[in-house]
């Protein structure tokens, strides 16, 4: 029996090398934005849960909700 020697093959070459980033800081919420607060609340509800999924989601919406009269470019 032969195997291909494409990587990801049965008995292949292995591919190229993956470069893996260190994680984002959780951003911080924008003082006196009642939407800030309540995502990073929840986000502490989630992370006490080990729900990194709902951290991640809290962190989107921190990041990437607009304020009256200024960009948000977190």
Known sequence: ???DSKPGAPGGAQGGAVHVTLPRLD???V???P???GAAAQRAVYRRAGDLSGVSDCNVDIR???H???QDVR
């Open 31 to 33: 003082p006196g934005c």
């Open 64 to 66: 990437h909700h607009p």
């Open 68 to 70: 009256t009269g200024e």
């Open 27 to 29: 951003p911080e919420p």
């Open 35 to 37: 939407r800030c607060a």
């Open 1 to 3: 029996m032969t195997y």
